[in-house]
């Protein structure tokens, strides 16, 4: 290589250079650097091979000069195409060689012309990430961060359930998660099998409430041909899919009586028949349930089975509703509104006013009525601050203003005075989201090109590439 930097490089980024044209080296070096890549070189095989053994598990984008020896240049395209999953890769400065490296397993996603522009640069990055991701994301197991981030909050209560999930999962005892429609019971038992022995095995959600009285029988334990009408083949129940994983049971509580029976016999026994068979199967499942309903006062009322119960509440968890851990809304947004920018669905921020207004909200729906609002928000308002104002009437406070009637497009109105709510703004994040704004319609009325994007602003091209770094505007908004 010509030069041998650390695998720093390769942490900002995921580049690498096949080519020997220092020139091209040091621009792309540069327009790439605005855009948070490294780039490292491979000029022979022992280099490809030096790279990627620092990259590890961060798999690179492969650039391919033109600018290479004969011989090298086969050497490394033979190097290349045995790497194993392929390597994106983008042809540069060079026509054809498309289909005969196609042709030896090496996929090429496009190519660039220099010097490039904004838009042709960040597509053909997109392309070469959304490459890497279906190749790496089939096999790749969810990081516990992951699936916390649905119980995101600093709330006492939240941070019990944490612990509780964290001593109980390792053991095979038996869950009952307890709590209202939308708090994220589901979410709690994912991340008890993740975190159990039994994580490598199917876990297996069954809503017992959506599933009609005759049919939950045959969809829990399988049934055998023939053994109703319509049964035209032998089929496998849930029980048999989550064979060494887990069975999770929601809604448990919606359950009929004679199923509670059935349940209750193979919580006691661990076997069970399917519908048409006398022929016994064991079942090695770890069992989870979850109901919103109250089973000490339906045991009274006679619609559950007492004796399930106590084999079903072994190790009780109960989710807190959204309006007894208000301070968590703020984190859970800013969790909701990440994990939108990460798939490329859009962003959108909110005010403190409108935070203050979301905190003094009842929530019936919960964690789920939350995330639906984020969405519709930033529907609305896509890549904008909402204010209290901009908010849907039932979340906003009694006497809070109403928002301004948007004109007709085709009626000229003159610029209003900006309104400052009641309850104050953050003036920098106000300003920040305006001056991302214009920057984005400057991009997209110059076709991406920076230098004409800075003269719709009226400033130096440097000046806003650098505005562009500090905001990550430069990647794509799929």
Same mark, same amino acid.
């Given at each position: ?14 580049i690498l ?13 540069h *327009?790439l ?9 491979a ?8 790279v ?7 798999r690179?984008m492969?650039f ?9 240049r ?13 390597l ?9 060689d ?17 010097p490039?522009?904004?838009?042709p ?13 279906a ?5 790749r197991? &969810? ?30 005892a038996t869950?009952?998660?307890l709590?209202?429609?939308?708090t ?9 099998h993740y975190?159990s ?10 809503n ?24 035209i ?15 999770f049971?929601?809604e ?7 199923m509670q ?23 090695? *499942? ?7 309903r109250n ?8 619609s ?7 084999r ?5 968890i ?7 851990r208000?301070?968590?809304i703020? *984190?859970?947004?800013?969790?909701l ?7 490329k &669905?859009?962003s ?10 979301l ?6 729906g ?16 896509p890549?904008g ?6 908010l ?6 009694e ?10 497009a085709?009626?000229q ?7 400052l ?6 003036l ?11 920057i ?5 009325a ?6 004409h ?7 130096? &091209? ?17």
């Amino acid at each position: 290589m010509a030069d041998t930097p650390s695998s720093e490089a390769l942490l900002k980024g995921q580049i690498l250079l096949l080519d020997g044209d220092g020139e091209r080296r040091d621009y792309l070096d540069h *327009v790439l650097g605005l855009l948070d890549y490294g780039i490292e070189t491979a000029t022979t095989p022992e280099d490809l091979r030096a790279v990627l053994e620092r990259a590890g598990d961060r798999r690179p984008m492969v650039f391919l000069g033109p600018d290479l020896p004969g011989p090298g240049r086969e050497a490394l395209i033979a190097a290349l195409a045995e790497i194993k999953p392929p390597l994106p890769l983008f042809l540069v400065d060079q026509d054809g060689d498309g289909s005969t490296l196609a042709a030896r397993g090496i996929p090429v996603l496009g190519s660039l012309r220099l010097p490039t522009h904004y838009e042709p640069l960040t597509l053909a990055l997109h392309k070469g990430q959304v490459f890497l991701d279906a190749q790496q994301g089939s096999g790749r197991r &969810r990081r516990p961060v992951e699936l916390f981030r649905s119980l995101s909050g600093t709330s006492r209560a939240i941070q019990q359930v944490k612990r509780m999930i964290q001593q109980v999962a390792p053991s095979e005892a038996t869950v009952l998660i307890l709590g209202e429609s939308g708090t994220g019971k589901e979410v709690v038992a994912r991340n008890l099998h993740y975190h159990s022995e039994r994580r490598n095995k199917p876990f297996v959600p069954v809503n017992c409430g959506a599933i009609p009285g005759d049919l939950l029988e045959s969809e829990l334990f399988g049934h055998e041909k023939g053994a109703f009408t319509g049964a035209i083949a032998a089929r496998q129940g849930r029980f048999e899919m989550a064979e060494g994983g887990t069975l999770f049971l929601d809604e448990i509580g919606d359950m009929s009586m004679p199923m509670q029976v059935k349940i209750l016999r193979v919580l006691q026994e661990r076997t069970f028949e399917r519908v048409g068979s006398n022929k016994t199967l064991h079942a090695d *499942v770890r069992i989870i349930a979850a109901t919103h309903r109250n089973l000490e006062q339906a045991i009274r009322d006679g619609s559950f089975r007492e004796d399930l119960f106590y084999r079903l509440n072994v190790f009780p968890i109960e989710m807190p509703p959204l309006r007894e851990r208000r301070e968590d809304i703020a *984190v859970l947004i800013n969790d909701l509104v990440t994990r939108m920018e990460k798939e490329k &669905r859009g962003s959108v921020r909110l005010t403190p006013a409108a935070m203050a207004a979301l905190a003094q909200y009842s929530w019936p729906g919960n964690v789920r009525e939350l995330a639906n609002l984020v969405e519709r928000l930033a529907i609305l308002h896509p890549y904008g601050l909402v204010d209290l104002a901009d908010l849907p009437p039932k979340f906003r406070p009694e006497g809070a203003p109403e928002p301004l009637p948007q004109p007709e497009a085709s009626v000229q109105v003159a610029a209003e005075r900006p309104r400052l709510p009641q309850e104050g703004l953050d003036l920098k994040a106000h300003l920040a989201n305006l001056e991302m704004d214009l920057i984005r319609q400057a991009l997209e009325a110059s076709g991406g090109v920076v230098a004409h994007a800075a003269k719709h602003l009226n400033m130096r &091209r440097t000046t806003l590439v650098e505005k562009l770094r500090k905001y990550g505007l430069q990647r794509p908004q799929d």
